[in-house]
Nanobody, 114 residues
Framework: QVQLVESGGGLVQPGGSLRLSCAASGITFNTNAMGWFRQVPGEERLLVAGITSGGNPNYAASVEGRFTISRDNTKNMVWLQMNSLKPEDTGVYYC????????WGQGIQVTVSS
């Protein structure tokens, strides 16, 4: 059974930073692409950042240059470093095992507000 457990969310002021962590288990982590999705009420979940099994990242245009996704295949961990946060970054962030295995974490709230 795949488990993805997120941590590190919370409330931050605009311009601040947060680092989300995701611990994965029950998956051959080093062969699976991973990602972070964001969902706001009334909208679908959208990809914020993805990373291949080999560590190649890709980002949504809205976060390019501000967010950094990384992974450690020896620890089964993936992170999302979020800098220069904006109110529009607010939402529930999900750690996702993208492919070949697809699975979702429970989600964690990030709120950017003064």
């Amino acid at each position: 059974q795949v488990q993805l457990v997120e941590s590190g969310g919370g409330l931050v002021q605009p311009g601040g930073s947060l680092r989300l962590s995701c611990a994965a288990s029950g998956i051959t982590f080093n062969t699976n692409a991973m990602g972070w999705f964001r969902q706001v009420p009334g909208e679908e979940r959208l990809l914020v950042a993805g990373i291949t099994s080999g560590g190649n990242p890709n980002y949504a245009a809205s976060v390019e240059g501000r967010f950094t996704i990384s992974r450690d295949n020896t620890k089964n961990m993936v992170w999302l470093q979020m800098n220069s946060l904006k109110p529009e970054d607010t939402g529930v962030y999900y750690c996702v095992a993208v492919a070949p295995i697809r699975a979702w974490g429970q989600g964690i709230q990030v709120t950017v507000s003064s």
